[in-house]
């Protein structure tokens, strides 16, 4: 397992879909029912309310994240990274593409749900400014609940003032 990497994140191309797909399947979707199938990704590469970003690191694909955006809001569907390729600030630097994106388009807030018993993925979140802001009883599949978090881009002052 790599001690150090380098990464670059870019746009996924649709030909990434299935790598996503599949890393979404053994590493979220792990005893759920699978529902982001190839299909599914390559729809959110190609439409234009969701952003699908990827990491590489040595020519692998190492992680990704797919976010979709309202007017002043924006989703975390889903991130995961290889776990070849973990705790070496992947998900961090997804985490801050997403974010600064958000800042640069005006979004207020970033939303997103999380198991409650992943903690590992709580806590980087929560190193990133995401607040615990309450729990989705079973949101997965009635199976388990999630953790919803939320990281705020502006104050609800100035959320408030925004033109309507
Ligand atoms: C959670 C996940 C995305 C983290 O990815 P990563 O690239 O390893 O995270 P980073 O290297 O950016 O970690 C940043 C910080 O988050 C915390 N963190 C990350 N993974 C952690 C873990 N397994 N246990 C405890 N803390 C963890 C640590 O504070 C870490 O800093 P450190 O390594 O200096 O201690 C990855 O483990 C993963 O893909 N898990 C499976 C899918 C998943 O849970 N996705 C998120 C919910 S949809």
Request: with cysteine; charged share 20%.
């Amino acid at each position: 397992m790599p001690k150090t990497t380098s990464s670059v994140i870019r746009l996924a191309k649709t030909r990434d879909a299935t790598t996503i797909a599949e890393l979404s399947r053994s590493q979220i979707e792990n005893e759920l029912p699978w529902r982001w199938k190839p299909a599914r990704v390559q729809h959110h590469i190609r439409t234009t309310d969701s952003t699908v970003i990827v990491s590489e690191s040595e020519n692998v694909l190492s992680g990704f994240a797919i976010t979709s955006f309202a007017d002043t809001t924006a989703h975390i569907n889903l991130l995961a990274v290889n776990p070849m390729f973990r705790r070496l600030g992947i998900a961090t630097s997804l985490i801050r593409w997403i974010t600064l994106s958000c800042q640069v388009a005006g979004i207020g807030c970033i939303r997103l749900e999380v198991r409650v018993n992943n903690t590992g993925a709580i806590e980087c979140y929560a190193n990133l400014g995401f607040q615990m802001v309450g729990v989705r009883k079973g949101y997965y599949e009635g199976r388990e609940d999630a953790q919803l978090m939320t990281l705020m881009l502006i104050s609800s002052d100035m959320e408030a003032r925004r033109p309507k």
